[in-house]
């Protein structure tokens, strides 16, 4: 396998901890049970992700220590300590369990990135009840289908993000309260809505966190799959245990660090690693709520002086895009040490990054599902630009074939882990089934297809299923499809990604129409925005390419690898199923 070696980290910007640094040691020295006794164990061994990465710091110096350094989108800034952290959540977790929310129940946010979002994180947590965060650029039918399937009680979010989706409250029979917060726009409560102001602000800042089990469900996220809808990954309060872990060794994160990651709560990089790692090691961590801007981001690097940074591919291949003059013009002298996930960084993006900024990115895998980074170049090894690195202590991954043999290195094949690492989902909620599947010969089947050099280190080679991912984020094909099947023009609809320079892939439709209706350029505009209204902008297709008739298989099936060799000019593949 080619790789162009890139020089190892100097140790004066990574501060190498004992052991780390040699592999072989490492993975001896580190061990799952060597990482539960540095957390802080509740009574008859419960445990409480709030606890850990909150309150926990209060019997110490970081009682006073800044944990959330917040810039608002129009510039505001504001900040937290440990202890104000504590409160606002324990505010949260009172006025909850004063609108009936018990042990349990799910409470899903639709917010921006405001620090109530945190707080509201937290504040369910300590209560025992699962949060379940959703992305605010998603739209009604994208927030409904979420909510439905998690049977959420409680909604959070901001009156004029409801303003965006509330037609969907008739179809939420479970949906007993929606919690406003009017920080930017005033709103009344009524019948099912309340207002923060009224039910979390004047709550007390005392609150008895639930001592949870480790295997209670604490975090729910939706992701998607080739089939269905998204299911809901959860996470039980165990997890914390390798978010941690990681966050010390692999997000090498110290005392004094300022780190910053660039991900939204709505997807699970933004809690794991923009919430629990660094809390859990009791690191000031900055939260910005604004979306990209090349200028911007380097000048809150260099405001907030920022040491250790966790972004994606296609943000960084948007920083390549910008150029290196507008990096010249800040001073990131700061920055010690830089990672990314989501989507295979390539090569290019290492090398010029340490050209531009000084550092490489060194980058990891994991999924929602793992709930926690499973391979990465971690801090001290020598990076392979291409490739995600070598696994976590105490985790064991393979390439297998489709009986579970495990293959020799060079070969491709499907990326598996060994099942009951601490931060591994317990379930897709409702879909035992689906969740079951997964699981094969002793092995977790990731989806991603990879190979693994001599050396132990871990190359992506694509996904084993349809699913696309664009910019990082995960869209299922068949949500997608639904959704433009609801248009009138509509008959046959089938998604796939297709190839972009720099989100990746972007989700593209291919659409066939109704009797009656004709393709124009009005119409395909039309079905986008239908898209962009029902789903949201980062799920919706960013192209729709109208056909005649698409190809099917003889059961009905539309054949989207097929759609996707003709995109792509590539060989079709076997089409024996092909319908005639
Ligand atoms: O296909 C892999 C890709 O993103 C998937 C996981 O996405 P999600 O569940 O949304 O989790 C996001 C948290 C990381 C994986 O199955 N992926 C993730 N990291 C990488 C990657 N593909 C290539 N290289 C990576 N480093």
Redesign the pocket.
């Known amino acids: 396998m080619e790789y162009v070696p890139i020089k190892k980290p100097s140790l004066d910007q990574i501060s190498v901890r004992p052991n780390l640094g040699d592999y072989a040691k490492d993975r001896e020295a580190i061990t799952w049970e060597g990482i539960k006794g540095e957390l802080d164990w509740l009574p008859g061994q419960r445990i409480n992700m709030a606890y850990e990465c909150l309150d926990r710091h209060l019997k110490t110096d970081r009682r006073d220590k800044i944990a959330m350094l917040w810039e608002g989108k129009d510039g505001e800034e504001e900040t937290y300590t440990f202890a104000e952290m504590v409160a606002q959540a324990n505010k949260v977790a009172n006025g909850l369990r004063s609108l009936g929310v018990q042990k349990g129940d799910r409470v899903f946010m639709f917010l921006e990135r405001i620090p109530e979002c945190y707080f509201t994180t937290f504040g369910t947590l300590k209560l025992g009840a699962v949060i379940g965060p959703l992305f605010s650029a998603f739209g009604p039918d994208a927030v409904k289908d979420r909510l439905e399937d998690s049977g959420a009680k409680v909604l959070v979010t901001s009156p004029e993000l409801w303003a965006k989706i509330e037609g969907i409250r008739s179809d939420l029979p479970n949906l007993e309260h929606v919690l406003l917060i009017t920080r930017r726009h005033q709103a009344e409560a009524g019948e099912g809505v309340a207002l923060w102001d009224e039910v979390v602000k004047p709550q007390s800042e005392e609150f008895e966190t639930e001592h949870t089990d480790p295997e209670d469900y604490s975090v729910m996220h939706y992701?998607s799959g080739t089939t269905g809808k998204p299911k809901g990954a959860a996470h039980v309060h165990n997890a914390i245990i390798g978010q941690y872990a990681t966050g010390k060794y692999v997000l090498d994160l110290h005392e004094d660090d300022i780190y910053w990651c660039t991900a939204d709560p709505g997807?699970?990089?933004g809690t794991s690693y923009g919430m629990f790692a660094p809390w859990s090691n009791g690191v000031t961590s900055l939260v910005h709520e604004g979306g990209f801007g090349a200028n911007m981001w380097y000048s809150l690097i260099a405001k907030y002086k920022v040491t250790v940074w966790y972004t994606a591919p296609t943000a960084i291949r948007m920083l390549m895009k910008a150029g290196d003059d507008v990096v010249k013009k800040h001073d990131l002298s700061s920055l010690r040490y830089t990672m990314?996930?989501?989507?295979?960084?390539n090569p290019e993006a290492v090398v010029w990054s340490e050209k531009a900024i000084g550092l490489p990115f060194h980058?990891?895998?994991?999924?929602?599902?793992t709930g926690a980074i499973m391979i990465a170049n971690y801090p001290s090894m020598e990076i392979r630009p291409g490739s995600?690195g070598r696994p976590f202590p105490g985790i064991e991954p393979a390439i297998i074939d489709d009986q579970g043999n495990v293959l020799p290195p060079g070969q491709e094949g499907s990326l598996a882990l060994r099942p009951g690492w601490p931060s591994m989902f317990r379930v897709y909620w409702n879909q035992q089934e689906m969740y079951d599947s997964r699981f094969q010969n002793g092995w977790y089947i990731?989806?991603?297809q990879a190979k693994m050099d001599e050396d132990g280190y871990f190359w992506?080679v694509g996904?084993a299923d349809d699913v696309i991912?664009t910019a990082?984020?995960?869209v299922g094909p068949f949500e997608v499809e639904s959704m433009l099947l609801e248009h009138p023009a509509v008959a046959e609809a089938g998604v796939i990604g297709k190839p972009d320079p720099v989100a990746m892939e972007i989700v593209k439709a291919f659409v066939a129409l109704k009797e009656g209706y004709e393709e124009s350029e009005k119409l395909r505009r039309e079905l986008i925005r239908f898209g962009r209204e029902k789903l949201g902008s980062g799920v919706a297709p960013r192209e729709i390419e109208f056909l005649a008739g698409l190809p099917k298989t003889r059961s009905g099936k539309i054949m989207r690898r097929l759609l996707k060799a003709r995109e792509l000019g590539l060989p079709e593949g076997d089409t024996s199923t092909l319908e005639d």
């Open positions: 992701t997807w699970v990089t990314s996930v989501g989507e295979p960084l980058d990891n895998w994991w999924q929602t599902e995600m990731t989806g991603d992506f996904r991912n990082g984020h995960l």
